[in-house]
Nanobody, 115 residues
Framework: QVQFVESGGGSVQPGGSLRLSCATS????????MAWYRQAPGNQRDLVAR???????NYTDTVKGRFTIARDNAQNTVALQMNSLKPEDTAVYYC?????????WGQGTQVTVSS
């Protein structure tokens, strides 16, 4: 069964860092693009970063140069290193395939950036 379990969120001050991790199961990880998404209160869920099966990455403009997505095909995990965090990065962060498998959203992990 496909499953995505996110962890690593928390509360940090502006300029701080967090590393999110996503554990996957279901046997699909190695052959699909994976992505991190985020949803702030009152907003839609948006793609933040994507990594293709071969390792090519893409980022939304607002996080370029600050966030780094990486995947470990041996461990079936995908990580998001977030540096220089800003208050506008506050959201619930989710991982999923790209495009997302809508039936398999996880619980997400909350990231709060405030002073």
């Amino acid at each position: 069964q496909v499953q995505f379990v996110e962890s690593g969120g928390g509360s940090v001050q502006p300029g701080g860092s967090l590393r999110l991790s996503c554990a996957t199961s279901g046997g699909i990880f190695r052959v699909v693009a994976m992505a991190w998404y985020r949803q702030a209160p009152g907003n839609q869920r948006d793609l933040v970063a994507r990594i293709r099966s071969g390792g090519i990455t893409n980022y939304t403009d607002t996080v370029k140069g600050r966030f780094t997505i990486a995947r470990d095909n041996a461990q079936n995990t995908v990580a998001l290193q977030m540096n220089s965090l800003k208050p506008e990065d506050t959201a619930v962060y989710y991982c999923n395939t790209d495009p997302p498998m809508s039936a398999y959203w996880g619980q997400g992990t909350q990231v709060t950036v405030s002073s």
